[in-house]
């Protein structure tokens, strides 16, 4: 993961349709409703079969932060407001 943080990308966010056809691994960028100090570089990975943005330490131990649902748009809980794809 970058040390220093990920810009936020030029190009459009991904909507929620696309955000569901990530596969499992892939790289992307995540600005959070909340704030957190900016943009942050994840991989999806999928449990109960939603998108989660994990972070590379999460992946090793095997850890999935609920919280970090990508597809959560419901009510004023939405966590995020942007998902951009990386390239591989």
């Known amino acids: 993961m970058n040390t220093e943080g990920p810009l936020e990308p030029s190009y459009p966010p991904l909507s929620m349709r696309e955000i569901q056809t990530l596969p499992e691994g892939a790289r992307v ?6 704030g957190n100090d900016g943009p942050h570089e994840y991989r999806v ?3 109960r079969g939603e998108p989660y943005a994990q972070t590379d330490e999460d992946h090793r131990r095997g850890h999935v932060d609920l919280e970090k649902w990508l597809t959560y748009y419901i009510g004023p809980r939405r966590p995020f407001t942007r998902v951009w794809a990386l390239n591989a």
């Open 45 to 47: 990975h999928w449990r």
């Open 29 to 34: 960028i995540v600005t959070w409703a909340e």
